[in-house]
């Protein structure tokens, strides 16, 4: 780490000289401006002032990749942050067919995204979503939303072999995933420039990486429930071969699952130590209901089996992302004061 020694220009004023490499990388000259952030903890960070205004701009050159791999290198640009994406067929050739598929099938795919220029040899695209339109923990409690909503459907679905409930359930997902690669983008974008950190509703960069394992955690979660619609739509009459006691018990582990997600977000956006502790509390009390249900089941073929099995698995497995979603929000609950810490 290097250090500098602080001077005294005047009766009120410190000053700091910036290191010759930094400000020749990023080409700050005297009399130019620099942006100054102060964050929570009393770090102080310097930025140029290019970086707040700058338009990130990517080339794909798609000669020697298939269209998977396009669509691929689209979403990671667009997760890195890059503000317009060109796709190039390279000089003297044109697009195919396969390749031009694949950029219209990743602006589905991705918020905010869209063409703004077309030719036989190159297809540009715009992100035109602005990091102060969104805030991460607004973002988080909608992909949790979203999930939450996409195991009820698909739940109900088994329960009163309703089909239409588990596509409404399967339809959600690209939603879901929409959410989540904007909550990468952002989270990505705020790394690199902390001034966007707190345009996307945090005070400094510390909660980022913990942001970024809770994303994937309700994502997960998300796919979980794909499992269960999936299920539905199978399953003989879109249903289990139970009694509908046993569906019950499946619905009842399904909103108490339901509740500690909920709860594990709560307690990351408000940094709330008790809520994350009443998760770990209610996991407790339910981390044996899916071996408790498949215990007391009667004998029955191996398919139906192993169909209210994997009901009761992504249950389970969704349980255990919400502990440790719950496991982040600890550690960003206590490095705050709070009537449990006092930080010195």
Known sequence: METRKVQRLGPSTLAMTLPA??????????GDEVSLRISGNGALTVLPESVQAEESEAIIYAANLDADAVERAIVAQYVLGRRIIHIDAGEGETLPSEHINAVYNAE????????????????????????????LNNLLERLESTGSTMRNEAVKSLAHGNPDLAQRALNRERQANKIFVLLLRLIFTSYQNPNLARAVGLDDGFP?????????????????????AEIALESDDHTLTVESSTMRRIRDFTDQVNEITEKAVTATVERDYDTAIEVRETYAEIGDR???ILDDLPEMGNESLLQVREVLVSLQQTAEYAVRNAEIATNLALNEESEHTEIK
């Open 21 to 30: 490499e930094w400000a020749s990388a990023h080409d700050v000259e005297k």
């Open 108 to 135: 589905t795919q991705l918020m905010g995204l869209g063409v703004i220029e077309e030719r036989p040899e190159r297809i540009a695209i715009r992100c035109s979503v602005d990091p102060e339109d969104f805030t």
């Open 208 to 228: 980022l990486i913990g942001y970024r394992s809770i994303a994937k955690n309700l994502e997960l979660t998300a796919d979980n429930a794909e499992d269960i």
């Open 290 to 292: 899916e071996t408790e």
